[in-house]
């Protein structure tokens, strides 16, 4: 059974530019969240998805956008680079049976921002 | 709002010890509480679960408690390895399935 499989691996963007980030949850898992890794603020929460809604967002500005596909597989974009925004962005799946469940993370994908 | 709790932050320990990890948290009401282990510049990798209504699991030489009612929860290590060096988070599971995690305690397991 695959992981969660995040791609790419690795981004380098210029500020101002625009990226998109893209995340397969494991097969069946309809629960997709989002977290942001940086050495400062530590894993920071970005936003949930569940059966392509957004169940609930974490507290960052409005450049930070989700959405997620019939099929489970969901995307992340951040507009307006900055430089603050380097970090390891890493998402989360879960199954039906909702918190209860074990969340199983990706690799990440590494964003510089120059 | 919830906060999360980690001591030590780092930790250096030689082979063959067993160690406990510290985590705290300050609202009790939550899912369940989950350890992770993170190696550098690599994702989290999950190590055990406990509901809310547990007091602990095992899973081989990892043996992790909860007590919810005072917040606190820690992860045993038995008979520690060079190969378990690394970067080990707890997370608790609240509202719409959000993780609020610690900082994360480094371990080191020097031959």
């Known amino acids: 059974k695959a992981g969660v499989t995040q791609t790419p691996r690795y981004l380098i963007k210029t500020r101002g530019q625009q990226v998109t980030l893209s995340c397969s949850p494991i097969?069946?898992?309809?629960?997709v969240s989002w977290y942001q890794q940086t050495p400062g603020q530590g894993l920071q929460f970005l936003f949930e998805y569940f059966s392509e809604t957004q169940r609930n967002k974490g507290n960052f500005p409005g450049r930070f956008s989700g959405r997620q596909f019939s099929n489970s597989r969901s995307e992340m974009n951040v507009s307006t680079l900055e430089l603050g925004d380097s970090a390891l962005y890493l998402c989360a799946s879960r199954g039906l049976q909702g918190p209860n469940t074990e969340a199983f993370f990706g690799q990440g994908t590494r964003l510089t921002v120059v | 709002k919830q906060e999360v709790t980690q001591i030590p932050a780092a930790l250096s320990v030689p082979e063959g010890e067993n160690l406990v990890l510290n985590c705290s948290f300050t609202?009790?009401?939550?899912?369940?509480l989950q350890w992770f282990r993170q190696d550098p510049g690599k994702g989290l990798t999950s190590l055990l679960l406990i509901q809310s209504s547990q007091r602990e699991q095992t899973s081989g030489r990892l043996n992790a408690s909860l007590d919810k009612s005072s917040g606190r929860s820690t992860l045993y290590i038995a008979a520690s390895q060079p190969g378990d060096s690394a970067t080990y988070l707890c997370a608790v599971t609240e509202g719409a399935q959000k993780l609020v995690f610690g900082q994360g305690t480094r371990l080191t397991i020097n031959p």
């Open positions: 609202d009790s009401a939550i899912y369940n």
């Open positions: 097969s069946g898992h309809r629960s």
